[in-house]
């Protein structure tokens, strides 16, 4: 466990662009993982950190609580956690493999469409405000298209098979896509249209998460990670 962790790390691995396999040479490795707070800091006033995020190297970890309750709304940046490829895992616990072991627990239909869609649509309106004169705009402008292709072909996956695909099994295609995309947006409104259109046929997600499995684990967390506090001597 790193000396700068705020609590034990249960589950952390490179994620981002690495995991997706659109990386390409000079590109960042982002980290994310969860971290279990000493129990006893919530019995107070004030309790422990729900974040911390560093930029040497790129890391954000979430305690075991906010991760359960952005992966219960289906974020795709903390979902994408429990789906990894196995050899992106720098840290693993058994609590965090048993995380693992219910991570369906946390999908549900309507929170897969809101999420995905949401940042899809918003990769989309940052295309749709560039200043099409500059070159490092559009490098951006294709990356934000490369993410949106990335974000509807992981939503439609979700929803038609429960099984988050977080690397892609074509990155070639997405690229090229995504440089089509940045010269003529109109191809994104096509995607987004063909994807709500799926997400709207029966899936393979229910209609909400099953919250149980993830209140379980949490207390076992909790539990293990509880010192009492010593008795004073008589």
């Not at 720098?90 to 469409?113: K, Q």
């Not at 560039?130 to 990356?143: F, G, I, L, Q, Y």
């Not at 695909?165 to 096509?190: K, N, Q, S, T």
Request: contains cysteine; aromatic residues 6%.
């Amino acid at each position: 466990m790193p000396a700068t962790a705020p609590g034990a790390v249960l589950l952390s691995g490179i994620v981002g662009s690495t995991a997706y396999g659109l990386a390409h040479a000079g590109s960042d490795i982002d980290r994310l993982g969860l971290f279990a707070a000493p129990t006893e800091g919530f019995h107070g006033l004030h309790h422990p950190a729900e974040s911390q995020v560093t930029t040497a190297p790129d890391r954000t970890l979430h305690e075991a609580a906010k991760w359960c309750r952005l992966a219960l709304s289906c974020n795709p940046t903390a979902t994408e956690l429990v789906w990894l490829p196995e050899d992106l895992y720098e840290v693993r616990t058994p609590l965090g493999d048993e995380l693992m072991a219910i991570r369906r627990s946390f999908l549900s239909a309507r929170a897969v469409r809101n999420a995905y869609l949401g940042y899809a649509t918003q990769q989309f309106r940052k295309l749709l405000t560039r200043d099409t004169t500059e070159a490092t705009t559009r490098a951006r402008a294709a990356k934000h298209a490369r993410h949106l292709v990335r974000l509807l072909e992981q939503a439609v996956h979700l929803h038609e098979t429960g099984h988050n695909l977080v690397r892609l099994p074509d990155p070639g295609r997405v690229r090229e896509l995504g440089e089509r995309i940045a010269d003529e947006p109109a191809v994104a409104e096509r995607l987004l249209a063909a994807a709500n259109e799926r997400l709207d046929r029966p899936g393979a997600l229910p209609d909400r998460p099953d919250e149980r499995p993830a209140e379980a684990w949490l207390h076992r967390v909790r539990a293990a990670h509880y010192t009492p506090a010593a008795t004073p001597a008589p």
